[in-house]
């Protein structure tokens, strides 16, 4: 693409040719683009939609129905070719609909080539210029960008304002525009040391430019999506890791930001090495964290955040958005289909790196996602986490389902197949999945190979349902020299039960309590008491009666989960004590 900026009408024009290859087995007629910026326009779905939900985001509410003409955003397509031939368009909404003037065979590539005009809208949601910490352009979802065609066929979602799904390719970006302001976003400049503005090699004398404008050229390999933002004011520095990856960040200095900003180039490279280590090798060469857009948004390479934030809050929205990189931009679920398998997991990277690089010594950091849920489950909203993103009812619902509940979805995971072998199971699933866009029975078949265990019940009733967990001690009673136990399922989803029994004498044993359906068994756990019992529970009994081999009155307490790792809604009939 070669697009020009034009910073006076925030307007801009550009060309783009794609080469796409249909890698399906499916004869296609049809293509569809996204064209996001028209829902910043009063009437369009998305403002319909943000001015009559129960709940709505307060970063939009009403506002794109006031928007003027010079404050909408706008990208209109003329000029599309296909291999060289005129193509019928229609543009509806944020989407254009493309009837192609030859199919594009299986296994074929094809030429698409067009022409687009722009405008920038006013910042309302993640994109947009003149934000309200003085940022000129948070520039995402930018261009026309062709919608997936996958097993499901075409993804031509409207924009709506919640999550998006794109195609892997390589980028060839030129963007020119007014020579004081400077870019950081997706991509490796291919022109540092004509550019400048902190990209240029040491000791390099950047020439002055001979007109008012700088063409920028970046080149982003096996990316899904191009993101950019621009402002005369940015202050760029670069950090240089040890494993070759450079980390950019650029900012507005003043008051509110040029202390803590400092700060995180010292975090940003401990996250990228932390989550390497543990959730797969960061597999570009850069990492921009870029001063923009409404709050915190992942893009290829590169994130839009706001500033003007504490050393935690800006550390915090730092690593999720980064954490993003590897379950939106190399692993890349449809998350508008999954959003939890990518807000979720990355909720749960999160919650890990910062307890790793905050040195925070908290002894559950996932206890946020846990509150989350449960919540959510108390609220009466929700909705199954196989919902689409853009038709949950309430924003709430969607929130706590994707962020909290997916979460707990995977340290639940390490419940029910073992904390160690869900974390080969997390590093298997990125190693065999990135770049070939997962969905959760891909998820599942992993942690499944790994474990040695069947785990279709526990999706289909985790994802598919709201039916939640609650297990209880209903009794406990001598029986001659030993106790006889029952546990009660009084929710509707079936767990395997850990249960540790504490003695008077600080001794702990537990007993285990697979269910039949797993067709197997998890590994004692490093750090657990002892197992002295196992015995299979199948999911049809309400109930589950056990003999202890000691006296009561030898034992101090029972307790069903003591890691607190299993989502049971009802936790006070989890433990007993004498």
Known sequence: MEVSMDVNTNQYQGTQRLVYSNNSHDTLYRVFYHLY??????GSMMDVRSRTIADPDRRVGDRISKLSPDEIGYLHVKNLKVNGKTAEANE?????EVTLPEPILPNSQATLELEFDGQVPVQIRRSGRDSEEGVRYSMSQWYPKLANYDEQGWHANPYIGREFYGIWGDFDVKITIDKEYTIGGTGYLQNPNEIGHGYQ????????PTGETLTWHFKAPMVHDFMWGADPKYQHDKVLMDNGITVHHFFIPGEKTSENWEKLKE???KAIEYMSEHFGQYPYKQFSVVQG???GMEYAMSTLITGERSLPSLVGVMVHELAHSWYHGVLATNESLYPWMDEGFTSYATNLTMGEIMSRGRSNVHAGSYRGYFGLVASGLE?????HSDHYHTNRAYGAAAYSKGAVFMEQMGYVIGAEVRDRGLLRYFNE???????VNDLIRIMEKESGLELDWYKEYYVFTTKTIDYAIKEVKPNGDKTELTLQRVGLMPMPVDLVITYKDGSQESIYLPLVIMRGEK?????TPTRIHTEKWAWVNLEKTLVIDRNLETIKSIEIDPTKRMADVQPENNKVEF
């Open 37 to 42: 910026y028209n829902a910043f326009q009063p």
């Open 92 to 96: 509806v909404g944020t989407i254009l």
């Open 201 to 208: 090699d040491e000791g390099v004398t950047v020439p002055e």
């Open 267 to 269: 975090f940003t490279p």
């Open 293 to 295: 857009g409404d709050g």
């Open 383 to 387: 909705e199954p986490l196989a919902t």
């Open 433 to 439: 999945w990135q770049f070939k866009h997962p969905n």
């Open 523 to 527: 590994a004692q756990e490093e750090g």
